[in-house]
């Protein structure tokens, strides 16, 4: 278990990043599924713990909800609490025990985290570093791919190869 949290306001995110933007203009419901998915790469890459909050609080009778995908842990808050209240709340719940950033750009709730003794960092600041995860990500790939294709034969090294040949030819 790593020793730092990200907790990122998911409303926030969405409405700050084109490409989330112009899904959640068609879908909201898309827009939250394509960011817990970028989200659960980046966790993955980066090892820490990350937790995702969406705004519930104008859900009539909303209990709120937490559950686990792909190693993030997804918060809807219940009727009447931000995802603001709920960042506050577990921030300060986590100071002290582990190094906790937060990732939004409402200027308010940066400057309350910040009291709190959290680290912020802004939506874009976020979308800049889940770009630069994404292309190690991409370049580790690239880097165990095989040169050749995927031909046993041509995997392997000359003299097994040679020997196959052989048995191969009888």
Do not use: C
Request: charged content about 35%; glycine content about 6%.
């Amino acid at each position: 278990m790593s020793d730092e949290y990200l907790l990122v306001d998911g409303y926030n995110i969405i409405f700050a990043w084109e490409s989330l933007k112009k899904i959640a203009d068609i879908s909201l419901e898309d827009a939250r599924d394509k960011l817990i998915d970028i989200l659960g790469d980046y966790q993955g890459y980066k090892k820490i713990n990350l937790i995702l909050v969406f705004d519930a609080y104008l859900v009539k009778g909303g209990t709120g909800s937490v559950y686990k995908y792909n190693d993030i842990y997804v918060v809807y808050t219940k009727e009447a609490e931000t995802a603001d209240n709920y960042i506050e709340r577990t921030a300060t719940k986590l100071k002290g025990k582990y190094k906790v950033t937060v990732a939004t750009s409402d200027r308010l709730e940066q400057v309350i985290i910040m009291s709190k003794g959290a680290v912020r960092i802004s939506a874009r600041e976020l979308e800049e570093d889940v770009k630069l995860a994404k292309k190690h990500i991409k370049e580790k790939i690239e880097e165990f791919k095989p040169v050749k294709n995927n031909m046993l034969i041509d995997n392997l090294d000359s003299e097994t190869a040679a020997w196959l040949e052989k048995m191969r030819r009888g």
